[in-house]
């Protein structure tokens, strides 16, 4: 648990496409590494080293440095067992805990449930993008879906949609289309209950631009804006402890090189501007932001980029994360590949538990559906 006495925070960033751990973190002495990425390696040279093994991503600089600051931890062969190598299933697995069903309950939504179990404050839970991603669905728990926090989110940039009488009837069309097919099932309840909380959500969120200043120049790209959005929210204390947002696609079949240093330039930056914007403000102690993506790429390169894999990378950034690297780096060697792929050899539910239980000070057990090995990160 936390030692500081703010309530703890939580910021997911989803690295949505399957982002390739050979080229974030890199094994760069490594012959097997060379022989199988003959067209996609980075050059040793330009590896930023964290030791004889392993360096950066050359575009990763923001993230090497908080990682000097002892400020970032790397969790090395994340995943699960019998990968599908499928972004839809994947994601929900990572999604709902629930690798030999599909579930319907997101961890996240089992988080917000417990920290509020009222639901009193619609605000505990917000993503910053379209859509309400399935790790945050819960029947019943609120959460505040924001695809722009300028423009103030939820429903407001739908052509008509002008003010709280124009919302109030797009709810009541909603509610009549869906009314003959599922009368009063689970999607009536979400509209009638949960997209009330929702909009009242995005009433409360507006202000949070309008209270905030700051020194640091973001980049004009999708997640420094997402990121600067959850530095707002964060910042005018409304009370939110579980933030979300993803960036992508990390799905680099071709042209994986320049698609993958973009990538990384934009989340380096964007990480970097935030950590700085929370320090500026003396708001950092007690956040942490959490990466991850659904399963990692394929050892060997298919020419211009990379296939679907499976044991992948994760990380976790911020002021009272115990920086370092846990869990081997999974074996490059042949005869240790799992079809070609990395071998997973950390179950992501024990990296869900560390966070709930040592962060979040609640019992992980009934969120991720069992017991499995924490990592003593926070």
């Avoid at 950390?346 to 559906?369: A, M």
Wanted: net charge negative.
């Amino acid at each position: 648990m936390t030692s500081t006495k703010k309530d703890p925070v939580v910021v997911v960033l989803q690295l949505s496409g399957a982002n390739d751990p050979l080229n974030t973190i890199i094994p760069y002495t490594n012959p097997h590494y060379r022989d199988n990425r003959p067209k996609v390696g980075i050059p040793e040279d330009q590896v930023i080293p964290i030791n004889d093994d392993l360096g950066f991503n050359p575009n990763m600089g923001p993230v090497q440095k908080l990682y000097q600051e002892g400020k970032v931890a790397i969790i090395h062969g994340i995943g699960y067992d019998n990968s599908p190598r499928s972004h839809f299933r994947s994601m929900d697995i990572w999604h709902t805990c629930e690798p030999e069903k599909v579930g319907t309950e997101g961890w996240l939504g089992k988080v917000i449930r417990d920290l509020d179990p009222t639901g009193e404050n619609v605000l505990t839970g917000v993503n910053f993008g379209q859509g309400l991603p399935r790790a945050l669905a819960l029947r019943g728990v609120p959460v505040t879906s924001v695809s722009d926090l300028a423009s103030y989110g939820v429903l407001s940039d739908v052509p008509g949609i002008n003010n709280e009488r124009d919302r109030d009837r797009m709810l009541d069309l909603f509610s009549r289309i869906y009314a003959p097919t599922i009368g009063t099932g689970p999607v009536m309840d979400y509209l009638s209950h949960t997209g009330r909380n929702v909009l009242d959500g995005a009433d409360v969120i507006r202000v949070a631009p309008e209270t905030y200043s700051s020194t640091i120049e973001y980049a004009d790209t999708p997640i420094a804006r997402s990121l600067k959005s959850v530095a707002q929210v964060h910042l005018a204390n409304l009370g939110t402890k579980i933030f979300y947002t993803q960036h992508g696609s990390f799905d680099t079949h071709f042209n994986q090189l320049p698609q993958h240093t973009k990538l990384w330039t934009d989340v380096g930056r964007a990480i970097g501007d935030f950590y700085s914007d929370l320090r500026e403000h003396n708001a950092s102690d007690n956040l942490i932001m959490v990466l991850f993506t659904e399963f990692g790429r394929r050892v060997k390169d298919n020419g211009t980029g990379t296939d679907h894999g499976a044991g992948g990378i994760a990380f976790v950034i911020g002021d009272q994360v115990k920086g370092g690297m846990y869990n081997d780096y999974p074996s490059l060697k042949p005869a240790d590949l799992t079809q070609g792929d990395l071998a997973p050899n950390y179950d992501f539910r024990g990296f869900y538990s560390s966070i709930v239980d040592k962060w979040l000070g609640l019992d992980p057990v009934p969120i991720v559906g069992g017991t499995f090995e924490q990592l003593n990160f926070v």
